[in-house]
């Protein structure tokens, strides 16, 4: 590996390794060859089948992290893409790939940061820290992923003081959006029971299908929550509803829903749960049920600090855009950090084209992320 390379080499490397979910085959190997010739003490983390990573530069001061995954979602139908999906081509400065954004190119650019930062800064580790958190599994189940490295750091009683996460976050251009939190997320399966029947006789059976299309109403128009300041309303939405055996002619006797609650930080998984309870016991006439609630991660918030502002002032003045903090869309692997590391902020490419065919990067975003990142180090650890 060069001294100084470029943000493109490396991700171009990391897409040629077919990593999906939870699959390594030799990026971790790649990230830990670049990261032992800066100076990084290595701790591969075998969880289950899952290959993590934890590296850390020096062991005082500060510890600033860099936190990402190296697996990737299936490529989907190789043949509906215009290059193929693992062969990290570059056509018109778009690099094409599956992981381009989410998020090789991002892990990339953290390593081409940490490079630069530390060619500059080679007195760096005898006052502050650098470490790199990254997990083979966050695309999948989560289990054997970040939790459990969080829980092997715990034990080491080893610190995260800030942790930037580089899931990509911007819309439009780069620069238009930072993660400062996400909101909660709650699975949830709800069982309708009626009584099973002949259709010629529906009063001798009770029919869930009936039943069910006035509750969904309700509940989803009832408001579980106005969020605040920085959190939209909780929204409950149903994911899957499935009755009967396909019989003409017999009336089901239960339905199954299954639904996620987004929540913000003004309801608690116990408290939506409960209020689901309060309204299916007030349904008239009575219904019964079985409700249960599978917590699937809390909402967490950076409301402000020294991480925060270093992000939001990098990206303005490397990009020119001033980013505008979001605790939208999905789940990532931030909302078990956050709770270790009270500043936790997600920065990284854009999200127009993850897990879809074509996922690409332009390659100048690739190294306008790596100056981010590296100014947000310069910005923390100014040089003494
Ligand atoms: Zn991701």
Redesign the pocket.
């Known amino acids: 590996m060069p001294q100084m390379p470029s943000p493109l080499e490396l991700a171009i490397a990391l897409i040629q390794i077919p990593s999906i979910t939870p699959q390594d085959r030799g990026c971790q190997a790649l990230l830990s060859e670049f990261l032992q010739n800066l100076g990084f003490t290595l701790y591969p983390l075998r969880f289950g089948e899952v290959d993590n990573l934890y590296a850390r530069l020096g062991t005082q001061g500060k510890n600033f992290c860099f936190a990402g995954?190296t697996d990737v979602v299936t490529a989907g139908d190789p043949a509906a893409w215009r290059a193929p999906p693992f062969a990290a081509e570059v056509h018109d400065g778009i690099l094409i790939g599956r992981g381009a954004n989410?998020?090789k190119g991002g892990v990339a650019a953290m390593l081409a940061a940490a490079a630069r930062f530390l060619h500059h800064r080679p007195d760096f580790a005898q006052h502050d820290s650098l470490s790199f958190l990254i997990t083979g599994d966050?695309?999948g189940v989560a289990t054997d992923g970040t939790v459990r490295v969080l829980e092997w750091l715990r034990a080491r009683s080893e610190r995260l003081d800030y942790c930037l996460v580089g899931?990509?976050t911007c819309m439009n251009r780069l620069g238009d959006g930072l993660k400062n939190g996400r909101r909660g997320s709650l699975n949830g399966e709800l069982i309708l029971h009626g009584r099973q029947g002949h259709v010629a006789y529906p009063q001798l059976a009770d029919n869930p299908i009936h039943r069910v299309a006035p509750i969904i109403d309700r509940l989803v128009r009832h408001r579980f929550d106005a969020g605040n300041a920085h959190f939209p309303a909780t929204s409950l939405q149903f994911t899957n509803i499935q009755a009967g055996d396909g019989f003409h002619n017999v009336i089901p006797g239960t339905l199954r829903l299954t639904f996620n609650f987004r929540f913000s930080p003004e309801s608690t998984p116990v408290g939506l749960e409960q209020q689901l309870r309060d309204r299916l016991d007030r349904e008239v006439p009575p219904v019964s049920y079985t409700l249960h609630t599978q917590l699937s991660g809390l909402p967490f918030l950076t409301e402000g600090g020294p991480l925060l502002e270093a992000v939001s002032r990098s990206v303005q003045q490397i990009t020119g855009v001033t980013p505008t903090p979001s605790t939208g869309g999905g789940t990532?692997d931030a909302r078990f950090i956050a709770l270790d590391c009270p500043q936790t902020v997600e920065f990284g490419l854009l999200s127009a084209t993850i897990h879809q065919v074509n996922e690409q990067v332009a390659v100048a975003d690739l190294e306008q992320l790596t100056r981010v990142y590296e100014q947000v180090l310069q910005t923390l650890f100014p040089a003494p």
């Open positions: 995954h989410d998020m966050e695309e899931e990509p990532s």
